[in-house]
């Protein structure tokens, strides 16, 4: 019967929430079945559905200069700033949704750099734009330039593929030829070929320099050269009902243009730079955006902005580019800070038209430095994050099993998917650097470098969260902000309602070297679970323990070298410790980290240091306490605490050992913040990597599969002694090298080699092992001749050696004249090198006695007088 197996921490890596979204290119099909982005060097392919990473494109050490999507999905297009351009084919498994990529080709298009692309509404021609105003049209599938057109030396900033319809002349006579061949000047109408075919393919193309030129695909040839901006053309749309143009300039303008005599319908200063534009609603509607921050609408025929008047936003809210197709139930927007915002578009018929636009869902890009981190809720099924910005960024960590609403959607109005952005807590001037929340998860206190502190209130029934209160009278910025975790009594209004019955105080700490009290930079506080403590970690290199109702200092814990990061009090529950000098009760024990890259475990009886944990090899930044074992388990699972560190690491301690019982490691920088899932024992942690890892607990799993693996290798070694003890030479060797018990396998072969009644014609002494050696697998063979290695080199074992290689080499002829081969030319070389080694001592005993029959050279040299 197998023994008990001791329980070994274990966490491994569950769930990851990584940047998506750097800047740049960014592109979606028609299906909504794969969004495509930017991600430095790389490219990432992501499942808007539900979130899930569909794949990830390597760079080549540059960085990408554009990207796109055919509307079809059926390709992606890289380019890089290495000048190549890399044509991927994707395919959808109709068996489960997977997707296969392909490379299928490998172009290096234009002697300059691409900065723009566009695939046509088929998806089947791409045309490219250089940095010295070149384009050209490509035939996706071929592969091959079908149309090469130069414009101004310039860079292209805007490229738009539309069709217009053939019209034919009254008679059906085709129009005169135009005697001026090539561009007409802008207002001119070339009719030539608008009756040779039912449909023209055009493309419009906007410069650096505000030029916009439309190409005519048919005759090669620019129809149209409409020169009215004076910076650059950023965004270029077309609507065939309307048979306009828009085009949207840095020059702070917006032009409708006619298609059919390219005069100028309409121009509109907008008193902002225009990023990005075009037409909705059929073209009734044109949106624009730029670095107001906000989607605007427009009347296509009168020109006039329908959306009301709003306050510039800061300058993270830019919009730098969009997308939006007549496919697309949403526009795409994205905003300088990297979050991705969608639009419903409005209809000019909605009376909502005119309202401000705001987006019905973001997808952030990269959360960039994880500074901060916490559950909220009752139930932790959203997490909030502290971004280095001056929000807090509310996400889903609702696992995808555990969702009850079919078909919800990052796109649609569903429950939200894991990882997915649900909200913003929106009211700070400067960056959020902490935050802390109640015993019920409803309220989140927030600190920021603004020098304020703020309440909000988390309603998950609306998906509302507002700011409840503001706290301000620090002269610097609040680092540190502690809630009671108290739960209060079950017949108070308090418990009954704590959505509606804010926390009865907060306390903040500050680099303005107060909680009201002069020391050093405060950069953490933390409340007791009782909530008649709180504890305040300093630069000074101390603790302080302070009564919440008195406001007076209990205690000073000091032992640490450098600034103190993080404290947090032991959770109610928690069994007594046991410390150097005997047990310390659970109550009475609080975690710090520090600078000096240790770990420290305190007493508050006497505000003695009971343990140091020491293994991090640069700063503590964060300490946490995971949950306190059930009581009928306290004997089997320990106490552990958890550290998070600048050297990337997170790392799991026993309480009472003070060793480290696991490592763990999927951070590319700094970690900044730890969380608890107070039901699952889930371990986050967040980064400066722009990451948030979930580290599930696997515990119980690593015990209950050691326990398995122990059950199977005492039933392997039974079946082992069977087969030894029933002769069955095949198992037995077999298992004996599967199991490496070389012990054994020498015994076995000793009896075989010395058998009393060997088998006529056998070579070991048994037939049977002769005809297992004869069908071992390769890791089998190496497995034994390593065996044979060490039993050759003992005169006692050496026979048997022998006589099993002798087999083997028997066994496998082509093994034999291998090693015959390599043992003649070592021979050889050998022999070589002897010979060498003898003709360098001739040598030497040559200039030996050559320096003997030499002259000396000490002669002495007397000088006379002439």
């Known amino acids: 019967m197998a023994t008990k197996q001791p329980l070994k921490t274990t966490f491994d890596v569950g769930r990851v929430i990584g940047p998506l979204f750097t800047g740049g290119s960014f592109a979606i099909d028609n299906g909504i079945s794969i969004l495509a982005t930017t991600l430095g060097e790389d490219v990432v392919l992501t499942n808007p559905s539900n979130g899930e990473n569909i794949a990830k494109i390597e760079g080549d050490g540059e960085l990408v200069s554009t990207m796109t999507l055919t509307p079809s999905g059926s390709h992606l297009i890289v380019c890089s700033r290495s000048l190549s351009m890399k044509i991927y084919a994707i395919q ?10 392909t490379l299928v080709r490998t172009v290096k298009p234009h002697s300059t750099p691409i900065v723009v692309l566009a695939v046509d509404r088929t998806s089947t021609l791409l045309a490219t734009g250089g940095t010295d105003g070149v384009i050209k049209v490509w035939d996706i599938a071929g592969g091959y330039v079908t149309h090469t057109f130069r414009g101004p030396s310039v860079l292209v900033s805007a490229l738009r593929f539309f069709e217009v319809a053939g019209r034919a002349d009254v008679g059906g006579k085709k129009g005169k030829k135009s005697k001026k061949q090539g561009a007409p000047a802008a207002g001119d109408q070339d009719e030539e070929d608008d009756s040779d075919a039912t449909v023209n393919f055009r493309l419009a193309t906007g410069f650096q320099d505000g030029k916009v030129r439309v190409w005519d695909l048919h005759r090669r040839s620019c129809i149209a050269n409409l020169d009215s901006h004076v910076a650059d053309v950023q965004a270029i749309d077309f609507s065939p009902t309307q048979q306009a143009l828009v085009s949207a300039s840095r020059d702070k303008t917006l032009i409708w243009w006619d298609t059919r005599s390219w005069k100028i319908r309409k121009i509109v200063p907008c008193l902002e730079m225009v990023e990005t534009a075009g037409f909705i609603d059929d073209g009734r509607l044109t949106y624009s955006g730029g670095e107001r921050g906000y989607l605007r609408i427009w009347d296509t025929e009168l020109g006039r902005e329908l959306t009301s008047q709003q306050d510039t ?29 969608l639009y419903h578009p409005p209809s000019k018929d909605d009376t909502t038209a005119s309202a401000a636009q705001e987006p019905f869902r973001r997808i952030s890009g990269t959360h960039d430095d994880i500074i901060d981190l916490a559950y909220l809720t009752p139930q932790r099924n959203v997490m909030a994050l502290a971004t280095n910005a001056e929000e807090i960024r509310i996400v889903s960590t609702v696992e995808p099993e555990s969702l009850t609403t079919p078909g919800s959607s990052w796109l649609s109005g569903g429950v939200a998917t894991f990882g997915q952005d649900v909200g913003l807590l929106k009211g700070h001037d400067d960056i959020v650097i902490t935050l802390d929340t109640d015993w019920s998860g409803y309220w989140v206190a927030t600190g920021a470098k603004d020098n304020s502190a703020r309440l909000w209130k988390v309603d998950p029934s609306t998906d509302t969260y507002e700011c409840y209160a503001v706290f301000t009278g620090h002269a610097e910025s609040v680092g540190a902000v502690g809630l009671p975790k108290t739960i209060p009594q079950e017949t108070s209004q308090a418990f009954k309602d704590p959505l509606n019955t804010p926390p009865p105080y907060l306390i903040t700490g500050s680099q303005d070297q107060t909680i009201k009290n002069p020391r050093k930079d405060i950069n953490a506080v933390d409340m007791h679970p009782m909530g008649h403590l709180f504890a305040s970690a300093s630069q000074d290199k101390t603790v302080k323990i302070w009564s919440v109702e008195e406001g007076e200092v209990q205690g000073i814990l000091r032992g640490h070298k450098r600034g103190v990061w993080s404290v947090r009090f032991a959770p109610s529950g928690l ?8 047990s310390v009760a659970g109550k009475g024990v609080v975690l ?13 009886a006497d505000y003695s240091c009971i343990r140091t944990f020491e293994g991090h090899s ?8 995971l949950n306190v074992p059930a009581k009928e388990e306290q004997q089997h699972r320990p106490i552990l605490v958890a550290s998070a560190g600048g050297d990337g690491l997170v790392k799991v301690w026993n309480a009472n050992t003070g060793e480290a019982e696991c490592t763990l490691d999927n951070h590319e920088d700094r970690v900044w913040a730890l969380a608890v899932h107070p039901g699952t024992n889930t371990l986050v942690s967040g980064s400066g990597d722009s990451t948030v890892t979930f580290w599930r607990d696997t515990s119980t799993e690593s015990r209950a599969a050691a326990t398995q693996a122990a059950q199977h290798l005492i039933e392997q070694e039974q079946e082992l002694e069977n087969h030894i003890h029933a002769g069955s030479y095949r198992e037995a060797i077999t298992l004996a090298l599967q199991l490496n018990h070389p012990g054994r396998l020498l015994h076995l072969f000793t009896r075989v080699v010395t058998t009393d009644k060997p088998d006529a014609g056998s070579l070991s002494g048994v037939a049977a092992v ?44 082509a093994l034999k004249e291998v090693l015959h081969a390599l043992r003649v030319y070592t021979e050889r070389h050998y022999k070589r090198m002897e010979e060498l080694v003898d003709e360098s001592y001739l040598v030497e005993y040559t200039l030996q006695e050559m320096d003997d029959l030499a002259p000396s050279m000490d002669v002495e040299v007397v000088m006379t007088d002439a």
């Open 592 to 604: 710090t980290g520090s600078g000096d890259k240790t770990v420290k475990l305190w007493n508050l």
């Open 618 to 625: 640069n700063s503590v930044l964060k300490v946490a306490w």
């Open 313 to 341: 936003r800061g300058e993270s809210d830019a919009l730098v580019g969009s997308i939006y197709r007549p496919d697309l139930p949403f526009i795409v927007c994205a905003q300088m800070d990297h979050t991705l915002a």
């Open 770 to 813: 002769d005809q297992v050696l004869a069908s071992l697998s390769d890791e089998q063979i190496f497995l034994l001749l390593l065996r044979l290695r060490d039993w050759n080199a003992n005169a006692r074992t050496a026979p048997v050696a022998q006589r099993i290689l002798s087999t083997l080499m028997r066994s496998y002829p």
């Open 92 to 101: 959808k498994s109709e068996d489960d949704g997977s997707f296969e990529l």
């Open 575 to 582: 069994p007594a410790l046991q410390g150097e000098e005997g």
